[in-house]
């Protein structure tokens, strides 16, 4: 699996956009990046993923570049109860093991 | 609601016992984790199952066993030879198959072994 590569910590003010980085230059054709989020002493949600091309639902947009090295992760306006651990994850066209690294620590801030 | 249930929520248990994480879903998913969790880091994997009877050790299987004799079920068992058994165990499912498919987690045991 592609390692990635996140900053350890992020400060956001509410209502602000987040803009969460990460770096995967190692990626595979075939690897999807997955964005999950886990508040303290809960199991991980999961937020989007995207393979090449730009993705948005409810909850964020996934911004990839095009060479797919890195992503965005875009929470357009911060609230409180968006501060957690933010992972990005790269996935192999195998059966599909998740390799989760150490995330960034996001704290939104009235 | 579809989802999976991870019970009990909290777990004591004495050194030298071993004990058995309950581990449910009702998503229909084939494929199902065990993932543990230390303060600070990151998720871990220890075992998966892709189908009914069948398993593979992940990356940290040592001290630990599991069985999955029905889809709905993946009981995880921390045994004594686990020689740090004190974490927060996660359990996930997913849909079989396609790399595009996401993780479905439960919301965790946490595990103290005294």
């Known amino acids: 699996d592609a390692k990635t590569t996140q900053p350890p910590s992020m400060d956001c003010a509410e209502g602000r956009a987040a803009n969460l980085p990460c770096n995967h230059s190692t990626i595979s054709g075939n690897e999807y990046v997955y964005w999950y989020r886990q508040i303290h002493s809960q199991g991980p949600q999961y937020i989007i993923h995207?393979?090449?091309n730009n993705e948005t639902n409810e909850m964020a947009s996934l911004i990839i570049t095009e060479d797919r090295k890195s992503s965005t992760l875009i929470l357009p306006h911060a609230t409180l109860r968006d501060t957690a651990v933010y992972y990005c994850?790269?996935?192999?066209?195998?059966?599909?093991?998740?390799?989760f690294g150490a995330g960034t620590q996001v704290v939104v801030t009235p | 609601d579809g989802g999976i249930t991870q019970s009990p929520k909290y777990l004591f248990r004495k050194e030298g016992q071993n004990v058995t994480l309950s581990c449910e879903q009702n998503l229909n998913h084939d494929a199902m984790y065990w993932y543990r969790q230390d303060p600070g880091q990151g998720l871990r994997l220890i075992y998966y199952s892709q189908i009914v009877n069948d398993f593979q050790k992940g990356d940290i299987a040592e001290g630990y066993s599991v069985s999955r004799e029905k889809k709905e079920s993946f009981p995880l068992t921390v045994t004594s030879a686990q020689k740090n058994p004190t974490a927060f165990y996660l359990c996930?499912?997913?849909?079989?198959?396609?790399?595009?498919?996401?993780?479905?987690f439960g919301n965790g045991t946490r595990l103290t072994v005294t």
């Open positions: 994850i790269v996935r192999t066209d195998s059966w599909g093991k998740f390799q």
């Open positions: 996930a499912s997913s849909i079989q198959g396609p790399n595009n498919s996401p993780l479905h």
């Open positions: 995207g393979l090449k």
